[in-house]
């Protein structure tokens, strides 16, 4: 059995002390969750979110990392510089940074292989456009991305990998893929992820749902066959509203 893994993206939300006041206030709301539950927070906010969940049961994540390990590359961040602070996950390929940055599918993989070589757990993102699935598109684009996203990625890595389907329509819209919908595409995904790795792999890979995610889709989405929680845009940034997705039973 997969366990659920919810994970809250605040993208460029929350001050060091509004980062505070919400870990003091959620940690005591999640306390008895059986779910792993992270927090991805701005980068100036990292180290006061790890001091403040020092004794509970969130996990904190970065949005964003760069590939190279180190040098004249000014404004970006290395994974060894979160891995130092003790971050532990870092989203990549977010489709806002495929949209707003120009990441391209080759970018990611370079930023997949540098978070795992400083043992970062990537929680990378896939998904498709609306005019994509329209087009009838959105199987075919998201197995592009996850080729191009694994290639050369080793088996024995995929145990510390998790895979987000975040269709971008659906990316605070308001509009959610139905559950149906999001475990259908999730399960295509994990054919993809056998065909390179495996059965035995693609069965333990969590893989969670993204876009419009709230506590009152949230139930119906994770108890689906595929869906292993979800990664979670406006409605993490309420520590309320967020603790009721992350206590999903
Ligand atoms: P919303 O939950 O705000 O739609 O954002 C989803 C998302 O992009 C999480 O990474």
């Known amino acids: 059995m997969r366990k659920k893994v919810i994970a809250g993206n605040w993208k460029m939300n929350m001050l060091p002390n509004e980062t505070i006041n919400f870990i003091d206030k959620f940690s005591k709301l999640v306390k008895d969750s059986e779910n792993e ?25 970065a949005q964003n990392m760069y590939w190279e390990e180190k040098g004249a590359f000014t404004g970006e961040i290395s994974g060894n510089m979160l891995k ?6 870092v989203i990549i390929g977010h489709s806002e940074r495929r949209a707003y940055f120009a990441e391209t599918d080759e970018i990611v993989n370079k930023k997949i292989k540098a978070a795992l070589k400083c043992k970062l757990k990537p929680i990378i993102c896939v998904g498709e456009t609306l005019e ?24 024995n890595d995929m ?20 559950s149906e919908d999001a475990n259908n595409t999730i399960k295509a995904i994990r054919e993809e992820i056998s065909k390179i790795y495996g059965q035995d792999v693609a069965k333990r890979v969590i893989m969670q749902y993204g876009g419009s995610v709230k506590s009152s889709n949230s139930q119906e989405l994770f108890s689906m066959s595929d869906i292993d929680g979800g990664l979670v845009g406006g409605a993490s940034l309420d520590a309320e509203e967020f603790s009721k997705i992350a206590n999903y039973k």
């Open 132 to 155: 994509q699935r329209e087009q009838g598109k959105a199987i075919e684009i998201i197995k592009l991305q996850i080729q191009e996203a694994f290639k050369d990625i080793d088996k």
């Open 37 to 61: 539950i992270i927090l991805c927070v701005p980068f100036v906010d990292l180290f006061y979110a790890l001091l403040h969940v020092q004794g509970t049961n969130i996990k904190i994540g």
């Open 159 to 178: 145990e510390n990998i998790i895979i987000a389907y975040e269709p971008i329509w659906a990316i605070g819209t308001g509009k959610t893929a139905t």
């Open 84 to 89: 130092s602070i003790g971050v532990e996950y």
